[in-house]
């Protein structure tokens, strides 16, 4: 019998994260989810490694404990934070530590994912980016952060071709996850003209994105490297 591909997935106990654990499992991949509580239901087949993402001590030990493992075919960058205000409200701690979640953390996993990547001669990386990336009212330090794991994308791309590893991000648009549900009140105008603005009529789910993940991490898509997929409903067409 083939031995499973291993998979690690960053900010995996909610939303999209756990949404892509799930359809990985689904399709026979070896899934470990990492982050900073562990649901009560996760799924007994999956690994889980309980860490605090913006702690750089524990995630550095923990990275350098999986590097020993048996080595990762796949990689999904997706833990992150969204602070919210204004070019004006903007203060300097929310935006380190955006960049230290949305980015850092996806530059130290896959550091220390490469080599093992290297030694299968194969590998799939798929950064969780945002629509945000295209400009998007009170999300300064999101947007920034997103599109700059767009920028890290193409260029990792480039750089580990020759070794059989893809890299890719996928930006998605208004998903219903619990973040969503918490900030975008049903009732509200502003939720409601943001729902009646998708061309396809209705919100994405998480298993949308899980979806998209699961093309890219595929072994047979190997031609498509330093691509943005946008999961967004048809919100993006037209944006710059």
């Known amino acids: 019998m083939t031995e499973q591909r291993k998979v690690l997935v960053t900010g995996a106990s909610k939303g999209i994260g756990r949404a892509i654990c799930h359809r990985?499992?689904?399709?026979?991949?070896?899934?470990?989810?990492?982050?900073?509580?562990?649901?009560?239901?996760?799924?007994?087949?999956?690994?889980?490694?309980?860490?605090?993402?913006?702690?750089?001590?524990?995630?550095?030990?923990?990275?350098?404990?999986?590097?020993?493992?048996?080595a990762y075919y796949g990689l999904v960058n997706n833990v992150g934070i969204v602070p919210a205000g204004d070019i004006e409200s903007v203060n300097f701690t929310d935006l380190q530590m955006a960049v230290q979640l949305n980015i850092e953390v996806a530059i130290a996993c896959t550091q220390a994912l490469l080599p093992g990547m290297r030694d299968l001669g194969a590998g799939r990386i798929v950064n969780i980016s945002s629509r945000a990336a295209l400009g998007k009212t009170n999300r300064t330090i999101y947007s920034l952060t997103k599109a700059g794991l767009i920028g890290a994308t193409r260029t990792w791309a480039l750089?580990?071709?020759?070794?059989?590893?893809?890299?890719?991000?996928?930006?998605?648009?208004?998903?219903?996850?619990?973040f969503f549900n918490s900030v975008n009140n049903a009732d509200d105008a502003a939720t409601r003209k943001l729902l009646a603005g998708i061309p396809v009529g209705h919100i994405g789910k998480p298993e949308d994105v899980a979806h998209a993940v699961a093309y890219f991490i595929d072994e047979r898509c190997s031609f498509v490297t330093g691509q943005t997929h946008y999961v967004c409903g048809g919100v993006t067409i037209g944006a710059a």
């Not at 399709?27 to 470990?32: K, L, N, P, S």
């Open 24 to 70: 990985l499992l689904d399709d026979g991949y070896a899934v470990t989810g990492i982050a900073r509580t562990k649901p009560s239901d996760w799924p007994q087949e999956a690994a889980f490694e309980q860490v605090d993402l913006s702690d750089r001590a524990q995630l550095s030990d923990l990275l350098e404990k999986l590097a020993q493992e048996r």
């Open 159 to 178: 750089e580990l071709a020759n070794a059989g590893i893809t890299v890719n991000a996928i930006a998605p648009g208004p998903i219903a996850t619990e």
